[in-house]
């Protein structure tokens, strides 16, 4: 699945002096967490890359978000409190 979602990853940059460092789609300052926001507020994917939220991206950007915030979550390390 890695190599199958690196493509998408590669869309995604981050670099020191643009956005406070945050994970951005690249060529843009439309950061991850934007677009995480959206999807999890219900928007789809035509919503999010309209010209009511971000035209400048497209349905590949939104997926390489997705992509992203997976990549994060299966490497996290998590101690259960319970």
């Known amino acids: 699945m890695a190599d199958q979602q690196q493509p998408l990853l590669n869309r995604i ?31 789809s994917i035509d919503e999010i890359t309209s010209s009511e939220y971000f035209p400048d991206i497209t349905p590949d950007d939104v997926l390489a978000c997705l ?13 259960p409190t319970a």
């Open 13 to 43: 940059v981050v670099s020191r002096d643009i956005c406070h460092g945050k994970p951005r789609i690249d060529g843009t300052r439309v950061m991850v967490h934007q677009v995480l926001g959206l999807l999890a507020a219900g928007k």
């Open 67 to 79: 992509a992203y915030a997976s990549r994060i979550v299966e490497n996290d390390t998590v101690i």
